[in-house]
């Protein structure tokens, strides 16, 4: 079974800095891109910042500049690191996964169940 698991959240300052990381288990084939997307009270999901296979980076206009997301292929994590947080930041951040769990069948989405990031102004 695939498992995406968050850590890292928690309240911080506006300004401040957190750094969230995401590690992926039950995966014996091949992890295509892995993302970070977020979820404010009130409004839809959206896409944070992704990177896939080919360490191609893709970051929503709010936050480039200030999130930068890295990942470890070999320890199949992803890591989003923030700086100057914003309240506007706050939200559920999840860890997506598009990956093939087994050499047979195809691609499919995972998520985790998210962390919570809280910025107070």
């Known amino acids: 079974q695939v498992y995406l698991k968050e850590s890292g959240g928690g309240l911080v300052q506006s300004g401040g800095s957190l750094r969230l990381s995401c590690a992926a288990s039950g995966i014996n084939f091949k992890i295509y891109t892995m993302a970070w997307y977020r979820q404010a009270p009130g409004k839809e999901r959206e896409l944070v910042a992704t990177r896939d296979n080919a360490d191609s980076t893709n970051y929503a206009d709010s936050v480039k500049g200030r999130f930068t997301v890295l990942r470890d292929t070999a320890q199949d994590t992803v890591t989003l690191q923030m700086t100057h947080l914003k309240p506007e930041d706050t939200a559920l951040y999840y860890c997506?996964?598009?990956?093939?769990?087994?050499?047979?069948?195809?691609?499919?989405?995972?998520w985790g169940r998210g962390t919570q990031v809280t910025v107070s102004s």
């Open positions: 997506f996964a598009q990956a093939q769990a087994r050499s047979w069948g195809a691609p499919a989405a995972y």
